[in-house]
């Protein structure tokens, strides 16, 4: 009778302590094998480079491999999915991006529920992008782009790299606040929707710093704002958005680090500490810097849902003020 006492004390404890989130002796020994790191872009490219260095200083630190496994294709969804399909255990690793909170607008029916089935860990990048016009259109500020907007409704046109794009996305997000009227202009992806700017056969595009920095500084390119709350390091006398009269406008592309929801949360607390430490190292900071990027939070997973509930709302109104419609 003691022991089946001794039992069931033990079990109620036991359970008491998972429901407090006490971490079980797997989740503090965690990691004891290597750990898959899906990332939903194509090998090579920043944001691949990115990944392989957070995963190098992942390994460096646990003494795991942290093996970096590209799985492009269906605006990161294939990816994705694979991860939500992962047992949850710390062992399948996801880099998200601003997808998760875009394609539930974009998709009448996506593979996935990424609000039930991934659990946010730590934030990596946010990047910044800027708003251009080429140097021979008269325009040279934000303020001066709302009135010819207003004045000329729907003359105006901008260049983006494809439907539901980010950039696609934070030019109707613009048009939304600032009630404007401009022309979306689609490409066949960013290097030609830039390209068609060059060549003045569009007026304006949002665009990556960069891949435009070198065209503003050569003055082929004009930058009006950029929309992020901050200004940029690189580029210190363009504006933020809200400095050039679009009050509440914030817009940047980001990354982050996800697990498979139901994983223990001793395990998502030690990736989160890990990961900003990651982020924090020099050579994470050389990456970010070449994407125009300084000052990456060092946000909680519980921050991190936060921002990510509020880009839920923010895409989801824009996309639908934008009267774009989910195929």
């Given amino acids: 009778m003691r022991n089946l006492r001794s039992i069931l004390s033990a079990g109620l404890f036991a359970g008491l302590a998972l429901a407090a989130g006490i971490a079980p002796a797997a989740a503090q020994d965690y990691p004891t094998r290597p750990i898959r790191f899906v990332v939903p872009y194509p090998a090579g490219g920043l944001v691949d480079a990115l990944a392989r260095v957070v995963a190098d200083n992942l390994n ?14 269906g605006a990161t969804m294939i990816g994705t999915q694979a991860v939500t399909t992962a ?10 991006n601003t997808n ?13 529920d990424a609000d039930k089935e991934l659990v946010a860990v730590a934030v990596v990048n946010l990047v910044p992008t800027l708003f251009l016009v080429h140097k021979d259109v008269p325009i040279n500020s934000i303020k001066e782009l709302i ?13 983006h790299g494809g439907h539901g794009s980010f950039p696609h996305l934070a030019v109707e997000l613009f048009k939304g606040l600032a009630k404007v009227d401009i022309t979306a202009v689609p490409f066949q992806g960013a290097a030609p929707s830039l390209t068609a700017v060059l060549g003045k056969h569009v007026e304006m595009l949002d665009n ?24 940029a390091a690189t580029l210190p006398d363009v504006p933020t958005m809200v400095e050039a ?7 940047v592309a980001w990354q982050g680090i996800f697990l498979p929801a139901g994983t223990p949360r001793a395990i998502i607390e030690k990736m989160n500490a890990q990961v900003i430490k990651a982020v924090a190292s020099k050579e994470v900071q050389n990456i970010l810097e070449k994407q125009g990027v300084e000052g990456i939070p060092a946000w909680t997973p519980a921050q991190f849902d936060a921002f990510l ?15 774009i419609k989910p195929e």
Avoid: C, F, H
């Fill in 147 to 159: 009135a010819y907007a207003k004045a000329n409704p729907g003359k105006l046109n901008y260049a």
């Fill in 60 to 73: 460096k630190e646990w003494g795991q491999p942290v093996v970096v496994e590209n799985r492009p294709g």
């Fill in 87 to 96: 047992a949850p255990d710390g062992y399948t690793m996801l880099l998200g």
């Fill in 245 to 251: 009269g679009v009050p509440g406008y914030e817009a």
């Fill in 100 to 112: 998760i909170s875009i394609n539930p607008n974009l998709q009448k029916k996506l593979p996935y």
């Fill in 208 to 231: 990556d710093i960069p891949t435009a920095l070198e065209y503003v500084k050569s003055g082929q390119l004009r930058a009006l704002a950029i929309t992020s709350p901050t200004r």
């Fill in 309 to 323: 509930k509020s880009e839920n709302v923010r895409w989801k109104n824009a996309i639908e003020a934008a009267g």
